[in-house]
């Protein structure tokens, strides 16, 4: 084999390595961006059954935390997809804190459900797998 070849090889390996990085690191800032999102949701659940409602400190802030933590989180999953495609868990987080204020548990309820729901399909569609690939 020429030196040329060797370099081309070793190119392509190094391509590789890099692509191969590249979808490992995108698919841990999803799945962790979006557990942190499923785990906020299932803690405001757990809150608003032991405080019975959602007028309380506790529910409020964790909805708090959910929102500054999406809000960090958002920023570099922006970078991964289109910002318009993730934007509804901003949205929904946002009428999180309304119905806190209205004290309306069922469309907190309603918003909570929506916001996992989202959290599970982002999983599926930004996650890196060979469904997407093809």
Avoid: P
Avoid at 2 to 16: A, E, P
Avoid at 46 to 60: C, F, Q, S, T, Y
């Amino acid at each position: 084999m020429t030196k040329f070849m060797w370099f081309q090889l070793v190119s392509i390996f190094v391509i590789l390595a890099l692509l191969i990085t590249i979808c490992a690191v995108e698919d841990k800032l999803v799945s962790d961006a979006l557990s942190s999102v499923s785990e906020y949701c299932y803690q405001i659940e757990n809150a608003m059954l032991e405080n019975d409602g959602i007028k309380n400190n506790e529910v409020n802030s964790l909805v708090e935390n959910l929102e500054e933590s999406w809000l960090s989180n958002e920023r570099s999953l922006c970078y991964i997809v289109n910002h318009k495609s993730i934007q509804e868990i901003g949205v929904e987080i946002i009428k999180l804190k309304t119905y806190i204020e209205e004290d309306d548990i069922k469309e907190f309820s309603v918003s909570l459900e929506l916001i996992k729901l989202y959290s599970e399909q982002y999983n599926h569609f930004m996650g890196a797998n060979f469904k997407n690939i093809l």
